[in-house]
């Protein structure tokens, strides 16, 4: 079905409420579901003959766009993928439109479906394109450029149905065709330099079909003396910046299955030529990898590490290594997940690397921090509406506080054998019997919920668990006050009409909500955690980022571009067919350049 079909009556999105009621049911049903599913990775040859092959283009440079964690609320996707779709004039210098798009991951929010994917990304996608080609037929337009996808968690959550369909099927999305043939592979860009890139599905698994594609890829037979062994310059693309988890969760499971593979691609089977196998007479070469770049997103915001392999290993296996270093000098590890999902804090982003005992764990490397975006000032600023936004964004999440008390509330209050609401008086002796539950329950949720939702938690030093464990106390008590107030004010309202047990258990969950919301903001500001929790309450629609690539002979050159304020109403020009103030608001949209350059040699 041509695109045209698909996606010209797409319904533009909101940005996804996540801790909302039912958005919070429907991830993690689906995630639970997915789980227990079959890998449809595995359904997939090893290797086939479709590597894509970039290669053979005449430009002399070759562009390419980096775009991470899109596909969210309207405003925000379309504002990046405007810029994304055009050439862009930054510091006097074009940059041209990337002839090669790479999308890094979490293509869609909150789960992926094929609603989710038309109305959420291809609707915005071919909307931008139609906006920068207004002369011009879109659908009559040639695809010349490439559409590269990537899986993150989010696109998991359907087992990889819907995915596999829009990315995996040669479908055209205007100028763009996407034709890889899996979720993971490889994209030759020159003879010296590929593109990589993996399928990490829900951030543990690198199953085995996808290490022998990349080592048979490697290991290739190539017949016949003239040729010799060859350099391949390798950009790698994962979908989380394992470094980053490292920072939160030491024992986290995709670093040790991502540095497992680094190791066994460019380190341990480097150094070696391939033997001929007994059955070929022909001789063998093979082919020396260099790790250049690693990019990733996932993390809503941008930043970039560079590390530094311990020198010994580094250097003797240089000189097996026809003098190429299997890894690079200060390796630029760089993460750009600013394609549209909510922004992601940055200012506790450089304490959590320069730890010590986090140093300690990253074996054989040194990981320097360079820079981030937002900084952490701007960041910093950003965190204190979770505070009412809980209750202004997010009000539904309050169902869950009133579910629990209206449980409480019918099993205290209620008489079982006649069914009748228990006399005012007799309620207070069950409620005071009930003050050690009401600290010992939400407590336990709490300290469980933080332990799984913030794997730093379990890190904090034993003076600052015993300060967290002070606030929690704190607010239960401060919450058993307000149940106290609301119970003086159901004993007063009682006497009027029985419904005042049910108005007073809606206000109770109410205030009990903003309480939470005090929770996830003073354990942010005094402890560190919920980063992700504080910034998803708010949806920070700031600080969007992709990157601009410049490949040539000689080096490869990233532009990490940075978008700092998302106009809020192009959801209305929109839906009221109102293209001349879109297209005016979206032209008033600012880029900025994050920081200078990069430059890497080939």
Known sequence: MESKILFKDFIPQKAVAWLSFFTLIHTLTREQKVKKSNDERESSNSFRDDILDCSKTSLSEYFIDYVSDTGDGFNETLSVLNFVTKD????????????????????????????????????PFLLAQTLNNSAKNLFELAPEKTLIALPGNHDWYDGLNSFTEYFCCNKIYGTY?????????????????????LDMQLSENLNNRQIAYFTELVNQHQKGDEFQD????????????????????????????????????????????????????????????????ILTGDIHHYHRFSLRLDQSLNESIYILNKHVKPIQDNLQLITSGGGGAYSYPTHHLEDRTSRKPFQARINNHVLHYEKCYPDAFESWKQCHSCVWNLLAKNFSFSLYILIAYLVFGFVNFLDLQKLTLIDPQRVQLYLWLNIVGFIIIP?????????????????????????????????????????????????????????????????LSIVSTFIFSLYIYLSHINFKLHDNEVFSISQINRFKNFLRIKIDKEKITIYPIG??????KLIEYFKYNDDVSLIEALNQTKIEKIEQEIEINL
């Open 563 to 568: 978008i700092p304020d998302i106009n809020k």
């Open 88 to 123: 862009i004039e930054l510091e006097n210098k074009v940059l041209k439109q990337g002839e090669l798009l790479l999308f890094g991951g979490d293509q869609c929010y909150p789960y992926s479906s094929y609603d989710n994917y038309a109305n959420r990304l291809f609707g």
């Open 177 to 197: 065709k996407a034709n890889q043939g899996r979720s993971y592979g490889a994209v030759k860009l020159k003879d010296n330099l590929w593109i990589w890139y």
């Open 443 to 507: 407590g336990g949720i709490a300290y469980s919920m933080t332990d799984r939702l913030d794997k730093s938690f379990k890190n904090l030093e034993y003076y600052h668990k015993f300060g967290w464990i002070l606030l929690v106390v704190a607010l239960c008590l401060l919450n058993i006050t307000v149940c106290i107030f609301c119970l003086r004010l159901y004993e007063s309202l009682f006497s009027y009409f029985h419904l005042s047990f049910y108005l007073i258990l809606g206000l």
């Open 230 to 293: 060859q350099v391949w310059n390798i950009i790698l693309s994962v979908p989380q910046p394992y470094w980053f988890q490292k920072t939160i969760d030491w024992d986290d499971k995709m670093t040790t299955q991502i540095e497992r593979f680094i190791s066994e691609l460019f380190l341990r089977k480097n150094p070696y030529t391939i033997e001929a196998s007994d059955h070929c007479e022909e001789k063998t070469y093979k082919k020396v990898l260099s790790l250049k770049l």
